[in-house]
């Protein structure tokens, strides 16, 4: 899986799923612009990259806002020239039964994960348009399948699937390439805030999820980041359009 010296844009990166995709792909190579929120969140995966050799910048971005996402992409093209990977990985929830869900939690999810993929998408081709190459990974779930308490989050990773597909038939002559993730049960601090939210125990949610899958366990953020960097890879030019489920077989 070669990425070896592609300039990658992670989103929401400063913990979670988005931190491991960020140093994987160092690991192999790649010169990563880790964005959070805030720069204090990307201090840590920056340092751990750089700590393990590799090569990281740390720039605060919002995805939901156009004008940051515009920001971030001139910071990484100002310091690296390029961009040659976008994860659109930046995600946030507010579950609730659809009785409950408020106006501000439903907008305030559709407007990190559908817009935050299409505005970093949209600065993205941009930039590699020009270069005639570039690999988009967007981040959907099972959830997109449906699922109880998860009315805005579901309709945002269904939504993202379209795009994906979109995304694909619009720039694959360009040499980019746009697929997603869709991952199950993952260990991070949003399924430790979903067993919050239920009062459950974290320990004994993962044991129920563990369960359901095929392979017996619940996902780390580790599995998912080696599927992206499959579609990130140099090598998998012939790949788009795809939602790759990682799942355990769940
Ligand atoms: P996480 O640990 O909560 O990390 C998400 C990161 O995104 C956080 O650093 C968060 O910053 C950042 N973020 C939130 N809103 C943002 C915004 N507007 N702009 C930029 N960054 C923002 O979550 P995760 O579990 O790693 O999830 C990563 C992705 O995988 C998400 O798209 C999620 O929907 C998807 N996913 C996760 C699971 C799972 O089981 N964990 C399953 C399916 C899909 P803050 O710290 O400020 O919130």
Known sequence: MTVTHRIAVVTGSGRGIGAETAKQLAQHGAKVVVSDVTMALTE?????????GGEAIGVAADVSQRSQVEALFSTAMERFGRVDILVNNAGIIRDNLVYKMTDEDFDAVLNVHLK???LCSQAAQKVMVPNQYGRIINFSSTSALGNRGQVNYSAAKAGIQGMTKTLSYELGRYGI???????GFIETDMTRATAARMGVDFEALKAAAAKEAAVLRVGVPADVAHAV???AADESSFITGQVLYVKGGA
């Open 116 to 118: 935050g993929t299409f």
């Open 229 to 231: 960097l499959f579609f």
């Open 177 to 183: 390439t746009c697929n997603a993730v869709a991952p």
């Open 44 to 52: 840590e995966t920056v340092h751990a990259i750089q700590e393990a």
